[in-house]
């Protein structure tokens, strides 16, 4: 239970200044919003897997936990959703549970019930899905009807100029700067993955800084062939 609680309650790296909202501005914004002020509500998150949707939910946890406010993250591909795991946890913090495509039968009841008494107590609830609830099989019909209670927000992929000038963001909160041969390389040789982007453009940065080069294609070419 005390690995279940830390899953909770162990703060993320993820932060809203280290997510390119891209075409997702309005949308980001209104999770910002929401996790920082004092109004109760539900809202369903929705994306692809490359959509940013986890790194959105644990940045809503950070910037609350940050306030030195209470809120808790849940992905249920990792810890099963049970009473025994929110135990203790207040209504007015933000509870949010990702990964709904992977909830289990057994666990429908128990998000019906978590949605209930969320609402009931005017909680604060951010649900994150890949597919929406009409979409998702589920063998407690309630429970499709709960999903859509709140506000729901689809974050939109993004293009080849948003993944570029998503590149350009974290490349200056890295510190450096990105050439645009180095940014074309990446788009030209890694998936059209935020993630998979983000994780060689860093990797390739520590390489160079750790070998004292600049951040050129070659050194990205080593870095993707290794």
């Known amino acids: 239970m005390a690995q279940q609680h830390l899953r909770l309650e162990r703060p993320s790296a993820a932060s809203f200044e280290s997510f390119w909202s891209g075409p997702n501005g309005a949308a980001v914004a209104a999770l910002r919003s929401f996790a920082l002020n004092d109004e109760d509500g539900q809202y369903l998150l929705l994306g692809s897997s490359a959509s940013g949707k986890s790194h959105l939910a644990q940045a809503c946890c950070r910037l609350r936990w940050e306030a030195g406010r209470q809120a808790a993250y849940l992905h249920l591909a990792q810890a099963p959703l049970n009473e025994t795991s929110l135990a203790g946890f207040s209504s007015s913090g933000l509870l949010v ?64 100029q948003d993944l570029r000038q998503m590149l ?21 040789r890694v998936a059209r993955d935020p993630g998979a982007l983000l994780q060689a453009l860093e990797q390739a940065y520590a390489r160079a800084v750790g070998s004292g080069r600049q951040l050129t294609v070659p050194l990205v070419r080593e870095v993707l062939g290794s």
């Open 97 to 160: 549970i990702d990964g709904l495509c992977g909830l289990r039968d057994t666990d429908e009841m128990q998000l019906l019930r978590l949605i209930d008494s969320s609402r009931a107590a005017a909680g604060k609830l951010i649900l994150c899905s890949r597919r929406w609830p009409d979409q998702l099989s589920l063998q407690t019909a309630d429970l499709r009807s709960r999903l859509q209670w709140g506000a729901m927000l689809e974050l939109k992929l993004m293009q080849e």
């Open 168 to 188: 350009e963001h974290r490349a200056r909160l890295l510190g450096v700067k990105l050439s645009p041969r180095v940014a074309e390389f990446l788009l030209r």
